[in-house]
């Protein structure tokens, strides 16, 4: 299989190398055989259907694709597919247990973090990095933390309320 | 028994949470792209390198030759099928493939439709294309000049490269208010070209069905009504056999309100092809091509008598529309409600001439949370009032707080012909005033001066009309801007609600739920919203231009009545009197005379359904379409103050300050939300975010490297505040707010700034005030302008 985005795809020009890649996607071993040029953030989003990886600039400015790689946060559109081999990746997806939102999502509701959510998923997850490393950042930190992750509908400050929210949920302030 | 608490419920005031939000802090919202259909292939459009040439010839064989190319398409193929030009929302004409010759850098050149993006990428690089360079124009500068080459010689009767030319006012009555001035105080301004740039770029999937005929369109609209209105009369198809859906969008702005060429290709090779196709735009191929906002140039003249009394106002603008002419706009106003200018003044005469030019550039020029045109209409405004106030040597708020029009002078008539209908403008000034702390602040600032610290506070106060619009005066290629909203209520009394609207982040799913609640006390979380599908939603407009508040959120209001209306029949009927009898609190209707006896609204809704009176047509839905008598007209104000470095020319925000009257709050927690999204704008315009061209016409600003937004980090904190004064003509008393911010926080910014450096004589300084041009006003003392030659393209 070369490409990700068809069931059923036509049968491959001979000379279009192929690569298995085996990684753990929000706990789960999953396998893929894809083209070396395909990008981290495609085999998400077409290849595993999680689509809550979302794509927006192409130059890793705007962080809409981040995912947690070994539980820091990357730009899924800048790296390659190949380069996850056997690593652990976290998506949004991962975030939330069946019965249980993430600290970080009830935040993101809670202060109204978000408008269109479309640089959400990215948000959140370049957050939940930040919180695993500094429980308790001060505005500064949480500001200077997201500095790679662009929102063009809130204005930050709710997105910054957000966090300090999940930060003294997940301290056991409430 | 007691009448339910309307917040309780969910209603107007309650700032419940966002419905939406449940599904995207799961990362599970349905963008365009979320979107997989089977069979579907991938589109991908090769762009023009440069900025004017024409095109000799186009060799496509060896993108052909790709294995999983299904469709190489270029202009001379949309020629054979009369779709190569399309009509425009501004009565003119855009390319859709180049035929005979490129306009501006990343017009649409050729399609490539294939198994795969990567392979539909391929493709297109090995497209040949044999262009002949032609001379740029970058500005109206170069457009006007005599001898310019003409960029539009597809147009019969085009023989300079100007779009319009049109005026607006008194000219007599100004020219008479000029004689008896005592001061003229003159000021030229440039507010540069800028991009909206949703996160999301734009899209589609275009599903022709060969079977049933019918057209499906997975679209990034804001006014999918109209584009399946479009896609009709351009495509020539049945309107009944097209369906556009507008999924969740990813931010809109105004960047998706036009007919872009990406969906029209698409539109076709899904016909050729009979299976869907989709079409992903890059960021690139977004901030290249796609609707641009401002790039306009304004000479303005004020008319002064000594005492700081405003007796006339002269404005001509020169606005850069690119190379299509291809702005959504009301059709009777050629620049937009630049007209809008000045509304909060009591000001007896101005006149307004305007022109439109055609440059080698992406068309463009309305989009970006602005109705038509009013933020350039309110910056230069702002800055003609803060520049007056400077020349006259009177204080900036005394100024404004002598001319504004008094609370008890409406309706008032605009110096530009407008109606408002109510205001407070020095009592929002007052507090903004009394918010920043405006006299210690002046005392901070000679004391930081005493120590060779520059300090300035700049204030923006205006109104704007938003709400397009009435069917007398507004209509987008003569359909009228009403908008609509139909409600279904089942009979449990849970209700499914979809107006003509289309929410890109302004939170409609959890607000229209809110007036339904207001009107009939059916709880909130009781009402589904839904938008964007023309097979279901009734014709509405759109959303762009601050406008669902006003209108469509008005049908919201106007429907709940007509159901309450049928709903007091059946009270009438289940509590056996007669109707007249009757009498409605929130969610109940009762026996006037025994006001124990009453059944509420649910109970209503089920007797709709089973329990009906004799000769009554059964159910409970209904639809309203609601033409707006007037437009609505917010009002703010705007202070922020800064710090200049005199070293750098950097300057950094301390506070801002924003006093916003937007009527009726709906849910205030996400009034708060916009009006924070929309400051940051402001400040991204005033500090940053511009896109120019060097002489070549080369865009430099094609990426988010070289088109800087505002982060977390850079992004000031904001302090808001709130005057309410009810939209006399709105069912609900609201008026919009969406855009405010944008629209009227620019020249505080500027105007901090340009108070700040002061003492240098400097009048100003154009946007964005980057550092170097800030160092380059204190230490040359001259003004620095935008306009060409534009320093920037050094």
Redesign the interface.
Same mark, same amino acid.
């Given at each position: 299989m070369t490409s990700l985005f068809e069931e059923i795809t036509p049968e491959p020009a001979s000379d279009v190398p192929v690569r298995r890649v085996t990684l753990t996607i929000n706990g789960e071993r999953r396998a893929a055989e894809v083209e070396p040029r395909l990008l981290l953030a495609h085999l998400l989003r077409q290849g595993f259907r999680l689509t809550g990886t979302h794509t927006g600039c192409d130059t890793t400015n705007c962080g809409a694709c981040t995912v947690l790689f070994d539980g820091r946060p990357v730009k899924s559109c800048t790296m390659l597919a190949v380069q996850a081999d056997g690593h652990d990746v976290t998506t949004v997806e991962g975030l939330a247990t069946a019965s249980e939102l993430d600290p970080i999502q009830e935040g993101f509701k809670q202060e109204h973090g978000l408008q269109c959510g479309f640089c959400t998923p990215g948000m959140m997850l370049t957050a939940k990095a930040l919180l695993d490393e500094n429980p308790n950042p001060s505005e500064d930190e949480v500001r200077w933390a997201l500095s790679g992750n662009l929102c063009r509908c809130t204005g930050y400050q709710n997105i910054v309320k957000a966090v300090l929210w999940a930060a003294a949920k997940r301290r056991g302030e409430s | 028994m007691t009448a339910l608490d309307e917040i309780k419920i969910g209603g107007l005031g309650s700032s419940r949470?966002?419905v939406? @939000?449940?599904?995207? &802090?799961?990362?599970?919202?349905n963008?365009f @792209? @979320?979107v997989?259909l %089977?069979g +579907?292939l991938?589109m991908e459009i090769l762009r023009s390198p440069l900025a004017h040439a024409r095109i000799r010839s186009i060799d496509t064989s060896k993108a052909w030759d790709i %294995?999983?190319v299904r469709l190489v398409l270029t202009g001379e193929m949309m020629a054979a099928r009369n779709l190569a030009w399309m009509p425009t929302l501004s009565y003119d004409t855009q390319a859709v493939l180049a035929t005979d010759k490129v306009r501006f850098q990343g017009q649409e050149v050729a399609a490539v439709i294939a198994?795969?993006?990567? &392979?539909a990428k391929d493709a297109c690089e090995a497209i040949v294309v044999d262009y002949e360079p032609l001379p740029v124009i970058v500005n109206p500068t170069q457009s006007l000049a005599p001898g310019a080459p003409l960029i539009r010689d597809d147009k019969e009767n085009q023989h300079d490269n100007v779009v319009f030319d049109w005026e607006v006012g008194d000219k007599d009555g100004t020219d008479r208010a000029f004689e008896q001035a005592d001061l003229v105080s003159r000021l030229d301004l440039h507010y540069p070209r800028s991009h909206?740039? %949703?996160?999301?770029?734009c899209g589609s999937i275009a599903d022709f069905n060969r079977a049933t005929s019918k057209l499906t369109v997975y679209m990034t609209t804001q006014a999918p009504h109209i584009i399946r209105a479009a896609v009709a009369l351009v495509a020539e198809l049945p309107e009944q056999m097209i369906r556009i859906i507008s999924p @969740?969008?990813?931010?809109?702005?105004g960047n998706k309100v036009p007919v872009y060429p990406g969906y029209v290709v698409s539109i076709l090779a899904s016909i050729l092809l009979e299976r869907p196709v989709k079409w992903v735009e890059?960021?690139?191929g977004n901030l290249i091509s796609t609707g641009f906002a401002r790039d306009i140039y304004l000479h303005g003249e004020m008319a002064l008598r000594k005492d700081g009394k405003i007796l006339g106002v002269r404005m001509h603008t020169t606005s850069d529309h690119g190379a299509f002419f291809s702005d959504a706009q009301p059709s009777k106003f050629k620049i937009g409600l630049m007209h809008s200018a000045f509304s909060c003044y009591d000001i007896p005469a101005a006149h307004l001439t305007a022109r439109g030019t055609y440059t080698n550039k992406a068309p463009g020029g309305v989009a970006y949370r602005c109705s038509f045109r009013v933020t350039e209409a309110m910056f230069f405004q702002e800055r003609m009032v803060q520049a007056a106030a400077d020349d006259l040597g009177m204080d900036q708020a005394e100024f404004r707080r002598m001319n504004f029009v008094k609370d008890d002078d409406f309706p008032h008539r605009t110096p530009y012909g407008f109606l408002t209908d109510s205001g407070q403008y020095r009592k929002c000034l007052d507090l903004g005033l009394e918010a920043i702390g405006y006299q210690d602040f002046q005392k901070q600032k000679a004391e930081a001066k005493s120590r060779g610290r520059l300090l300035g506070i700049g204030i923006s106060t205006m109104t704007e009309p938003l709400g397009a619009g009435n069917s007398r005066e507004y209509d987008i290629l003569g359909i009228k801007m009403f908008d609509s909203a139909d409600l279904k209520v089942h009979m449990t009394g849970k209700a499914l609600l979809r107006t003509g609207a289309k929410t890109?982040?302004?939170?409609h799913e959890t607000t229209w739920a809110q007036i339904v609640a207001h009107e009939l006390g059916i709880p909130a979380e009781d009402v589904t919203v839904e938008e964007g599908d023309t097979d279901t939603a009734p014709f509405g407009m759109g959303t762009y231009a601050s406008r669902s508040t006003p209108v469509a959120g008005a049908a919201v209001a106007m429907v709940s009545r007509k159901i309450r209306a049928k709903a007091r029949k059946l009270a009438a009927h289940l509590l056996e009197v007669s109707e007249e009898d009757i009498e409605w609190e929130l969610g109940r209707f009762y026996v006037r005379s025994a006001p124990n006896r009453g059944v509420s609204i649910q109970e209503c809704a089920m007797a709709a359904y089973s329990n009906m009176p004799d000769g009554m047509e059964p159910g409970l839905e209904n639809t309203a379409y609601y033409d707006p008598p007037n437009l609505t007209w917010p009002f703010a104000c705007y202070i922020a103050t800064v710090e200049v470095d005199p070293q750098t020319g950097v300057w950094d925000v301390l506070r801002v300050v924003a006093v916003d009257d937007c009527g009726v709050r709906i849910n205030p +927690? &996400?009034v708060?939300?916009q009006i924070?999204?929309?400051?940051?704008?402001a400040y991204a315009m005033a500090n940053m975010q511009f896109i120019t061209f060097d002489a070549d016409g080369n865009c430099i600003g094609s990426?988010?490297?070289d088109y800087l937004?505002p982060?977390?980090?850079e992004?000031p904190?904001?302090e808001l505040h709130e005057v309410v004064t009810p939209c006399p003509h709105h069912p609900i008393g609201a008026k919009g707010i969406g855009e405010c911010a944008t629209v009227g926080g620019p020249a505080a910014f500027v105007n901090a700034v340009m108070d700040a450096i002061k003492d240098t004589g400097v009048r100003n300084v154009d946007m964005p005030l980057l550092p170097d041009r800030v160092y380059e006003a204190i230490t040359q003392r001259h003004d620095v302008s935008g306009a060409p030659p534009v320093k920037s393209d050094d």
């Open positions: - | 949470k966002r939406e @939000d449940n599904r995207f &802090i799961r990362g599970k919202g963008y @792209d @979320d997989v %089977p +579907m991938h %294995p999983g198994d795969d993006p990567y &392979i909206p740039s %949703p996160l999301e770029c @969740d969008l990813g931010g809109g702005f890059d960021r690139s890109q982040g302004q939170g +927690m &996400i708060e939300g924070m999204g929309g400051l940051t704008e990426n988010f490297m937004l982060t977390a980090w992004t904190g904001f």
